[in-house]
Each structure stands twice: as C-alpha cells, then as structure tokens.
C-alpha cells in the first residue's frame, strides 16, 4: 500500500502529444507529453533509416572476415593508398 501524501499524482490516460497531434495515452505522472519523436516517425521503425558507409567499414568487415575474394582485397586496398 503506498504512503499518503508522498507519491506524485498519477494519470492513468496521459496524453502523448507528437507535432501537435496525440499519438498515443500512456500511465505517467503528468497529464500531457509532448514528444519530438516516437516509434510512429522515427526512422528506425518506419523503414527510412539510410546506413551511411563513410569509412569503409562494411568492406573492413567483409575483408576481416574472408567475405571478399582476394581480387577485391588487392584492388580496394590500392585505392585507400592514393
């Protein structure tokens, strides 16, 4: 049981406010939330999300682990030497 008096409201249905629009209610110690992002606009769920490869690092991965035949290894690594 908890203590009277100590704990903070709570609000059972509070609302979840994204752009404006409610998005979604939740349990929470306020009555309105206002968010900038959630899963219904962040990239990651919605399937936008671009994996920019800037240093290599998917060929660095295929190399380290023998993915790539040695024609690939001695032509990239001529590349990254100019």
């Given at each position: 049981m908890s203590?009277?008096?100590?704990h903070p409201e709570w609000y059972p249905e509070a609302k979840v406010y994204c752009n404006g629009e409610v998005v979604m209610t939740v349990g929470?110690?306020?009555?309105?939330?206002?968010?900038?992002?959630w899963s219904g606009n962040h990239p990651f769920y919605t399937g936008?999300?671009?994996?920019?490869?800037?240093?290599?690092?998917?060929?660095r991965f295929m190399r380290k682990y023998g993915m790539l035949?040695?024609?690939?290894?001695?032509?990239?690594?001529?590349?990254?030497?100019?």
């Open positions: 203590k009277p008096d100590i929470s110690t306020q009555p309105e939330l206002h968010v900038d992002v936008t999300q671009k994996i920019i490869d800037t240093e290599g690092r998917v060929e035949d040695a024609a690939d290894n001695t032509a990239s690594s001529d590349e990254t030497k100019k």
